[in-house]
T-cell receptor
């Protein structure tokens, strides 16, 4: 079974530029998550989709971050404009039944973003 | 509020030693799940175990074992006879039915040397 696919693996941009990340979840997984992991910290949830609807985006900085999952499968996360503090690893995860709090999430390898 | 504390930032052991990673959590919910994930240098978070709040039975899986104690709000992880391949960052996480997010601790970096 293929895992969660993310691209690109690495990205370096200058502050105030825009950037987009792509995620393809495990086939059949209805729930998709985007997490931000700053160096030395645990991942923090940015947004959770159930199919193509948003379940939780309370920690998404909506003035600069946006995410979509139009067809309920793959997803993109965009940052515009980027700030230095956005430097982090952006992890995508998916789970089979997201609204069941006991369901484990499966993670991709992440995109390491460096803002200079 | 929910919180996960992993007080040990870094642990270094010699191969074949046993090592315990501590996890203390806070939640007001009666129904919740606790997780452990492993993050090797490749960066991908690998699911290790899930435990629900109503099941305090300890679990063993090969060299790995978990000790869940609601009385002390702890969910500790022990690796027996550690190996170099166990070197990674380990995260404890909590999710309850008052929110959808997995709340992660800051992680414990484990280094196993030959």
């Amino acid at each position: 079974e293929a895992g969660v696919a993310q691209s690109p693996r690495y990205k370096i941009i200058e502050k105030r530029q825009s950037v987009a990340f792509w995620c393809n979840p495990i086939s059949g997984h209805a729930t998709l998550y985007w997490y931000q992991q700053i160096l030395g910290q645990g991942p923090k949830l940015l947004i959770q989709f159930q199919n193509n609807g948003v379940v939780d985006d309370s920690q998404l900085p909506k003035d600069r971050f946006s995410a979509e999952r139009l067809k309920g499968v793959d997803s993109t996360l965009k940052i515009q404009p980027a700030k230095l503090e956005d430097s982090a690893v952006y992890l995508c995860a998916s789970s089979l039944q997201g609204l069941d709090v006991g369901t484990e999430a499966f993670f991709g390898q992440g995109t390491r973003l460096t803002v200079v | 509020a929910q919180k996960v504390t992993q007080a040990q930032t870094e642990i270094s052991v010699v191969e074949k030693e046993d090592v315990t990673l501590d996890c203390v959590y806070e939640t007001r919910d009666t129904t919740y799940y606790l997780f452990w994930y492993k993050q090797p240098p490749s960066g991908e978070l690998v699911f290790l175990i899930r435990r629900n709040s109503f099941d305090e039975q300890n679990e063993i899986s090969g060299r790995y074992s978990w000790n869940f104690q609601k009385s002390t709000s702890s969910f500790n992880f022990t690796i027996t006879a550690s190996q170099v391949v166990d070197s990674a960052v380990y995260f404890c996480a909590l999710r309850s039915n008052s929110g959808y997010a997995l709340n992660f601790g800051k992680g414990t970096s484990l280094l196993v040397t030959p």
